[in-house]
């Protein structure tokens, strides 16, 4: 379908968007110019995010202004000014210390969207620990992979997290020391080896120096998900904070009096770059909410916040449009200037209807865990393509390239043709490896490019259109799964053969898991057995990774390498062609 662009006015504007002259900024641009937004350490000693993200306000004249509101599932409203927020994450900083972490060290975080969680991955930043998000729906099994991966020497959880998820874990965790629990004393002095986070917190003090910390310090652990193997963990560097900050300023905007909500868990990646350190690195005013998705209240939120800048994600998109235009109208939003959208390909549909319902666009962008900022992005200036990703950031070439059988991989010129997207490496938040896994790192490199695994092409003006994944990675509501993760915990149900898991689209979730399971002799289909294993799966993976949907077959069908024909299932589910089966065991 063909969409019209959308075109915007071209004055009279209520703030003068950042980036207004593309082609010029792209030109001109240069990351060590950029590099002078940023303060960097006191007498020279580095780039720190988290001295850029609060020391330096609280520092200046913005140590009053409000950097956090944190808005409770209950009604509850806490407010934190930059000064407040250096003095609590220095208190943080120095509980660490106490507890004998340090540079490098792991500090791994589980809990829903609370301000020790915001106060924690701050604090571990100064004290140059490496922050790691872990996302509270998770099973105990996804949880104890990745502090496993990632040798977490701290949690900071919540007594029932605690209880319910990684109790039974710790002894497979040799190397987490210290669990902080975040929690009534009543129900944390209850708990065996653990401690009280706050009442470590009243004992440190609020004073604390940020000890030198080169831009190339490992400072965020991230971890995403690959077709097959455990979770990878992208690490990510101190200096990762200067793309945090230009990608605010072009692709989200940023002007000093805004009020930003990121609708994004910090348990992933979006959650963590915008959601944490990009706002705050901009010395604004960031939104927290505790609670899940809720259209009136979303809405009731915007209005009363006078939130300005919203970045959110095309699920939610989708839900709003569920409930209607109608309910939009009741609201008064008329702070609010700029809308983007990050996490799945945002259908054309909804960014025309949030023309209708907001009178503004929503300007999708892109990029992964890997690049650790926004690459590619529709800008506050710039007419918008329906259904297209927008253009790379300045300081940021994009490509289309094509990988050839002999590992060369070649860059296709020619407009609108389909291909990998790739991007040259070097931008400041470029991941600097998968934890222990060097291979699959540099698998991701040649030819000079960092090739994405996402396809897609480009038009003669320059937009990139996302055209799907070049692996069997899952989307589902924004979270990147990976069905070997799906598959491995359904195998260990002791009815199980075989497992097969794909993505099969949905019209609010992008994406739903859905399993083929064969079974072992003994065994018969039944809804019984069925309803069992999804509870089994749930239990192990918690609810987003866990699949929603399984089928019964009778084979799995493989390759004669015996590798799971994915693409073949999902044809299969979709009653689509079956391409290349050339390479298919005879029997499935
Ligand atoms: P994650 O690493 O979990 O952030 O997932 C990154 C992946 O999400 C990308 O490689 C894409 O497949 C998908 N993605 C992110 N943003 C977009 C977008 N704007 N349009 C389409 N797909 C997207």
Redesign the pocket.
Known sequence: MAWQTIEKPRHGWAVVPNLRDYAHTCATFSWEAARQSLTGLPGGQGLNIAYEAVDRHAAGPRRDHLALRWLGKRGEVRDLTYGMLAALTNRFANVLQRLGVGKGDRVFLLSGRIPELYISALGALKNRSVFCPLFSAFGPEPIRQRLKIGDGRVLVTTPALYKRKVADLRPLLPALEHVLLVGPPEETTAIPDTHDFHRLMAEASDAFTIGPTDPEDFALLHF?SGTTGTPKGAMHVHQAVLAHYVTGFFALDFHPHDVFWCTADPG???GTSYGIIAPLTHGITSIVDEADFDAERWYGLLQEQHVTVWYTAPTAVRMLMKVGTEVVRKYDLRHLRFIA??????NPEAVVWGQEAFGLPIH???????TGGIMIANYAAMDIRPGS?GRPLPGITAGIVRRGKDGTVEEIEEPGVEGELALRPGWPSMFRGYLHDEERYRKCFAGGWYL???LARRDADGYFW?VG?ADDVI?SS???IGPFEVESALMEHPAVAEVGVIGKPDPVAGEIVKAFVTLKPRYEPSDALRRELLGFARTRLGAVVAPKEIDFVVTVPKTRSGKIMRRLLKARELGLPEGDTSTLESDA
């Open positions: 995403t992933w990646v979006t959208s990050v996490g799945e390909p945002l999708d962008n892109w990029w992964q865990t890997e990703m994405t695994g996402d996302f994944r989307k924004g979270h990147l």
